[in-house]
């Protein structure tokens, strides 16, 4: 089980990675359902 820093950047690398994928696309417009769906399939590793 990772130690609070290491949990930390897990976090921190994830938020990353999500805000990548959103300037991939900077017209577009999210809801939370759509923001969900992509958040799951971060999680689960299924490509968008």
């Known amino acids: 089980m990772p130690i609070e ?15 990548r994928i959103f300037e991939k696309h900077p017209d577009q417009t999210y809801t939370a359902a759509d ?10 590793g299924v490509q968008q």
């Open 5 to 19: 820093n290491e949990r930390k950047d897990i976090q921190k690398a994830m938020a990353y990675d999500l805000i």
């Open 35 to 44: 923001l969900k769906e992509l958040i799951d399939a971060y999680i689960t």
